[in-house]
DNA sequence: AAGGAACTCAACCGCCAGCCC
DNA sequence: AGGGCTGGCGGTTGAGTTCCT
């Protein structure tokens, strides 16, 4: 048996709204609300429309204090900051930009925004996780030790991505911002002490004990068909393997964390892997972060999300690999 | 000027979670 | 407890518009 309508699909008119029916509906909500029921509204209202038709032409459209029009910078940053930490979730996005609808900035974004960031970051459409329809493909295998400045010096150009738009001084950026050459990595190969309170405030720099950046770097990383997102966590590491540096512990520790988030350890494993970076990681810490920003502070909601969509935020995830998920940083 | 391509965005579709009976 | 109903959501569509050649 299948799905039983919302309405009587033969009797309602579908298409564009003409004046007349906002009109209609407007004064209808205005004087009586929506009564709970959206399936009744339009009967009672007059008109010839489904009712969820009648629920999204005022949500989207005759509602009061909608706003249309051009997308200010501040809220690109925004989006692109909750995009890039939650995913698709428009309505949540939606929340933190008033007077915008979830549709509006669905709409923004694949039709603008995501090419606007292209633009800056021409090399992104060749391989990237960011756009899951992108194929991947792992690195080749790597016998050698580069460090992580040795790696960088290969490419062209590097870009640092923040998606909270906050530079390692805190001071705001554009989402891809090419950076300085890359200094060099710390002698002792700390990267950073192992201090909660830098895993729950990734901007506090400060508290590392050596320089950390995290870059993107439009050819060698993309080869890699990696893309690094997110502010940062911090670890540390004294040699061994890439897979066996996963810093697991800082989480491990904070099981309350864990469970909040419900992370799962394959979601861990599946960003850490030899396959991404091969042995070029051996001298260089590197984790799954979570990504806590000041926005999701504020956001009660956010902080509900499964925490796989942290990281992980390319829609489906039956339809997709681990490795097509993988959301990493690395520092050094 | 015309025709095709590309783009935009309002609207629809179908799934899912939660509520109610 | 479970089935039906509804609201909410994200993905997709397609008509209208703009751009390009």
């Known amino acids: 048996m299948g799905r039983a309508p919302c309405c009587d699909k033969a009797n309602v ?6 004046p007349e029916e906002d009109a209609k509906l407007k004064e209808f909500i205005e004087k009586y609300g929506t009564g709970g029921n959206w399936i009744a509204l339009p009967q009672k209202a007059g008109l010839k429309r489904c009712g969820k038709s009648c629920r999204l032409r005022w949500l989207n459209y005759l509602r009061p204090n909608i706003r249309h029009g051009e997308f200010s910078d501040d809220e690109d940053r925004i989006i692109c900051s909750l995009y890039a930490n939650i995913g698709s979730r428009w309505s949540v996005i939606a929340a933190q930009l008033p007077g915008r609808t979830d549709n509006d900035i669905k709409n923004y974004w694949n039709t603008k925004l995501k090419k ?14 960011f756009f899951p329809s992108m194929p991947f493909q792992p690195p080749p295998p790597s ?3 580069h460090t992580p400045h040795q790696f960088l010096n290969n490419s062209s150009s590097i870009y640092t991505f923040t998606p909270n738009f906050m530079n390692v001084d805190n001071t705001s950026c554009s989402p891809f911002v090419q950076s300085p050459p890359p200094p060099q990595p710390p ?4 990267m950073c002490n192992n201090n909660t309170e830098v895993i729950d405030n990734c901007y506090n720099y400060s508290m590392c004990n050596s320089p950390m950046q995290e870059y993107y770097h439009t050819s060698s990383a993309m080869k890699y068909g990696m893309i690094m997102f997110g502010s940062t966590t911090c670890s540390s590491s004294e040699g061994g393997s890439c897979m066996s540096q996963i810093n697991l512990g800082n989480y491990n520790k904070d099981h309350e964390e864990k469970q909040k988030y419900q992370i799962k350890q394959e979601d861990y494993q599946m960003t850490h892997h030899d396959h991404v970076l091969g042995d070029q990681t051996q001298n260089q810490s590197f984790m799954i972060k979570n990504h806590v920003t000041p926005l999701q502070n504020d956001l009660e909601e956010v902080k509900q999300l499964n925490f796989s969509s942290y990281l992980f935020h390319d829609g489906d995830e039956s339809k997709t690999s681990h490795y097509q998920k993988g959301v990493c940083s690395y520092y050094y």
């Open 187 to 190: 002698a002792n190969n700390l």
């Open 143 to 145: 016998n050698d030790h």
């Open 13 to 18: 008119k579908k298409g564009p709204w003409s």
């Open 116 to 129: 606007k960031l292209l633009t800056m970051l021409p090399s992104l459409q060749e391989r990237s996780s």
